[in-house]
């Protein structure tokens, strides 16, 4: 069964790995497009104490044109979400492969999107020793 996510955990806690994930996110060229605070949303409608738990659309324009010129369809899979959550004192940073999508639901051999998640796994492997 193909992966769907790559994921690292880091020893800081969620709001710290949100701020260092969107400084490195920029320094990479990539862009911030929306965030929801998941945890926010549950408490105020459901009065529910959940674990801080981020959801972020990241896009880095030059790979969005560069996928969607190739097929257009990948706009489908766009923006690259990543989420980060509550994981004992630390946080739990996944990003959806968007490549095993492209094979699974485009008939694409992914090679074109990995070239991006290998650049956003990379920043991810940043969050594990801070």
């Given at each position: 069964?193909?992966?769907?996510?790559?994921?690292?955990?880091?020893?800081?806690?969620?709001?710290?790995?949100?701020?260092?994930?969107?400084?490195?996110?920029?320094?990479?060229?990539?862009?911030?497009?929306?965030?929801?605070?998941?945890?926010?949303?549950?408490?105020?409608?459901?009065?529910?104490?959940?674990?801080?738990?981020?959801?972020?659309?990241?896009?880095?324009?030059?790979?969005?044109?560069?996928?969607?010129?190739y097929n257009e369809s990948m706009g489908m899979l766009l923006p690259c979400k990543i989420t980060i959550s509550q994981s004992g004192t630390g946080s739990r940073v996944s990003l959806v492969l968007v490549s095993e999508m492209e094979k699974a639901h485009l008939?694409?051999?992914?090679?074109?999107?990995?070239?991006?998640?290998?650049?956003?796994?990379?920043?991810?492997?940043?969050?594990?020793?801070?």
């Amino acid at each position: 069964m193909p992966m769907l996510d790559y994921t690292v955990t880091s020893p800081m806690d969620p709001d710290k790995a949100f701020g260092a994930l969107s400084q490195r996110l920029r320094e990479k060229g990539y862009v911030l497009l929306s965030y929801v605070e998941m945890h926010t949303i549950l408490r105020k409608n459901f009065n529910s104490d959940f674990k801080p738990y981020y959801i972020l659309n990241v896009c880095k324009p030059q790979a969005a044109m560069e996928l969607m010129t190739y097929n257009e369809s990948m706009g489908m899979l766009l923006p690259c979400k990543i989420t980060i959550s509550q994981s004992g004192t630390g946080s739990r940073v996944s990003l959806v492969l968007v490549s095993e999508m492209e094979k699974a639901h485009l008939g694409g051999d992914g090679s074109l999107v990995r070239k991006y998640e290998r650049e956003l796994e990379e920043i991810l492997d940043g969050l594990r020793g801070n």
